[in-house]
């Protein structure tokens, strides 16, 4: 790069000054008090008597755990729902999984939608919708809309599997409990269970999985997606055609083409391993469900202790990239990892600037993709080597287990209530920067002090 | 950044074109050609019966192993050295550790040195020598004098351990021979012993860990470090001061400070572990030779499966950094990290150019080693999902393994020999690049097609 471009980036720092206070700081605070918020009123719900079973174990920890754990739509559990709450205890549970991941989710996707107006460029206009539409009205009634629209889905998903449900259930009131709380946990991606044992019941019931895949899904894909999805289908008829946007293809793709990969991976890794002897299509499902499910969702056709070492690591890499930005999901999101490869592979070719679906990407979107995939692997990497030191449990069960709260998949190995109170408490934290985004974090850690204005000379150094 | 920025960086192609073809290509064939032409002539070497000792076990693989493992310094072996090989074979090692390690560095500054003044940019001139010593005799000239010293040193080593040892050894030639051998091992920072149990027998020994920390030093240092070290005590009494290069002040900070950083860790993560019950003396020189030792020398003073988890991981860290580039170490290279750390920090203050030093760090070379990184992340982790599904050996020594190979460090927690055939190549392959270093590796796998001429609009994608 020449001496005029660092010249150029110098005197971009006003604007950056700008976005730092609007973008971020702002929309970080109210994530984060709502957050917080939400996650104590929760605890102190399920702490009433009244949410629990007679006689069931419970202390303060696992009140503070299973709220963060709920309204970060993880899923790792200290205690075994299905034998700790009540029926009410259950719908405060429901209450949680939806403030959590359908209010988190909403609220990033408004301030996205509001900073893209507030800049006021056309090329950063992110979600292809009028500009009329973007006044505040407009906008509280855009998502208000995909928020009824979301709470159809879970309904419809809660009638279809309570009603399939009546199969395995006498009673018709625990078939629709449990059908209802299946479709939220499947839906808000949460992955909460109270059979006691996950989807392990339905391993081979290919129905159950299909409808819990295409709500996970739903679920994962991300708000805005689902904004211009809408508007596809309702806008279909006009004159201008209606374009998808690059972010919402960079991510649906991404999303899909790591789908893929993970049911071929998993069925390389286990072929000769959990799915020796086993019939080429419950092979498929297996790979398939446990595929879709460890991005951001945690539930399980199968016990994780019968895997192989190779492909539980393989799975945390899955979870560590997570799902879609503004979704249910967690981790590094698709669109990171997705930044982060297409980067490689245009340095590896020579070429500076990033090109995809006919668009060019924005080189600070490039840069900023390479920050959050650095915090993300220090924070990882640290984590596992504190954990190691303190817990007296196996490493892989650790890494599975970073990777599981970092991702707010909430899959494990089953080591979560026998962590050390130190332990749970850096599982909440992991939960809550993965549910956040970790981009967030280095905002509030930035100071606004103003660069020196003295210039030094340039000098190269040898890389690696 | 702008719009004017990326059309800056666009123009930029012909001359990253031209750095492709004379900074990257060439030399890198030229250092390919030489490492295997000295792997295969080791291998030969090593397989001649008078190399080894009556009855000792021997393969193929072995002698490939062996070979690549002291052409790359690494030090990893599928033998014991001591039970393997004639006093000739120790000989054909030690000249295999000098070609390798000596001669690489060599060659990588050579090169460094001739793209230095090749591309002729000022502000590019990465080594303060003069330009008039920058013609082909003056630079084979300093080269040469270089290696003289470094031989010297060896020489000096040699000397002194080999009169010392004579407290251990009756027989003098014996003392001389392990004397010799030691140093060796330690300047190249190769970490190969003929004791049979590395440096464990002077565990007690604080003048042996003394002399070969220094030794060690000097070797991972880098050469550039060197050369301008040479210049700074030659030239102190001319007019202009004499000002150390950004690069050797960047990789001396950089490795001085993990240095430190490696002691108080490992001191931390062990102080209730390993070094309980030892006096502080004891556990200083533990902790303190381990962490100088784990950056790419890989001689150790106690048992790597007395630590605990953390600490074997933590060491990990360290290995995958590695040593000084142009050095006789691997890794992804203290100015790497260095560069990476740079990089967030100034992101997290809002800071768009990277100033160390009253010097700006040039915008490409800070890409450069975010590349480096990624890349040596995907390697590291894809390395140990394959070897933990091929190899029956513990997860916890597989991550150590991969990253000792990659560092070219060759602590080991004695699974070498364990390993599969496919386990030993991929082991030959991560430490060929991991003593080529990285950066090499993408640029032969990168195409020389013209980018198209037309572009795409900008878009924005939402991130993390
Ligand atoms: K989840
Ligand atoms: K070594």
Redesign the interface.
């Known amino acids: 790069?020449?001496e005029?471009?660092?010249e150029?980036?110098?005197n971009?720092?006003p604007l950056?000054?700008r976005r730092?206070y609007k973008m971020s700081l702002t929309p970080f605070r109210v994530l984060v008090s709502y957050y917080f918020l939400t996650v104590g009123v929760v605890a102190l719900l399920l702490s009433l008597p009244v949410a629990r079973q007679q006689g069931a174990d419970w202390s303060a920890m696992d009140a503070i755990f299973i709220a963060a754990s709920s309204v970060s739509v993880t899923g790792l559990t200290t205690v075994d729902l299905s034998e700790t709450f009540s029926v009410t205890g259950i719908f405060i549970l429901i209450f949680a999984l939806q403030v959590g991941g359908i209010g988190i989710m909403t609220i990033n996707t408004f301030f996205?939608l509001v900073f893209g107006k507030k800049i006021g460029l056309k090329?950063?206009q992110?979600i292809q919708t009028d500009q009329n539409q973007l006044n505040l009205s407009g906008l509280v009634n855009l998502l208000r809309q995909i928020l009824y629209l979301i709470i159809l889905i879970e309904a419809i998903g809660a009638l279809v599997l309570g009603t399939y449900y009546m199969n395995y259930f006498e009673d018709p009131k625990e078939a629709f409990l449990q059908g209802l709380f299946a479709s939220v946990s499947a839906t808000t991606n949460a992955g909460f269970d109270i059979t006691g044992e996950s989807l392990i019941p339905f391993a081979h019931d290919y129905f159950v999985q299909f409808v819990t895949m295409i709500l996970i899904i739903l679920g994962a894909i991300g708000f805005?997606v689902w904004t211009e999805v809408r508007k596809f289908l309702f806008y279909k008829g006009t004159k201008t055609r209606f374009r998808f946007?690059?972010?919402t293809k960079?991510?649906t793709a991404t999303y899909f083409i790591l789908l893929v990969v993970g049911t071929v991976v998993i069925f390389s890794?286990e072929f000769n391993g959990f799915l020796s002897g086993k019939s080429w299509h419950e092979s498929f499902f297996y790979s398939l469900f446990q595929s879709t499910t460890m991005r951001s969702a945690g539930l399980l056709t199968l016990d994780m202790n019968d895997l192989?070492?190779?492909t539980i690591?393989?799975m945390s890499?899955l979870m560590f990239i997570g799902a879609s930005?503004?979704s249910v999901g967690g981790g590094?999101?698709t669109?990171?990892f997705a930044?982060?490869i297409l980067?490689?592979f245009h340095?590896?070719?020579?070429?500076?600037?990033i090109?995809v679906f006919?668009?060019?990407?924005?080189?600070?979107?490039v840069?900023?993709?390479?920050?959050?995939?650095?915090?993300a692997?220090i924070l990882y990497?640290s984590s596992?080597?504190?954990l190691?030191?303190t817990e007296d449990v196996s490493?892989?069960s650790i890494?599975f287990e970073v990777a599981s709260a970092f991702g707010t998949c909430g899959a494990s190995m089953g080591i979560t209530p026998d962590l050390t109170i130190f332990g749970k408490w850096m599982l909440i934290i992991l939960m809550f920067i993965g549910r956040i985004?970790?981009?967030s974090f280095?905002?509030i850690?930035?100071?606004?002090?103003k660069?020196?204005d003295f210039?030094?000379?340039?000098?190269?150094?040898?890389?690696?």
């Open positions: 790069m020449t005029e471009l660092t150029e980036m110098r971009l720092k950056h000054k730092l996205w090329q950063r992110l805005p946007s690059l972010f960079i991510t890794l192989s070492t190779s690591l393989f890499t930005p503004s590094i999101r669109t990171t930044l982060n980067f490689l340095y590896a070719r020579g070429r500076r600037t090109k006919k668009r060019e990407i924005h080189h600070d979107d840069i900023k993709s390479l920050v959050v995939l650095m915090l692997v990497g596992v080597v504190i190691s030191a490493l892989i890494i985004g970790i981009l280095l905002f850690m930035s100071s606004n002090n660069a020196p210039q030094y000379p340039k000098e190269r150094v040898i890389i690696g």
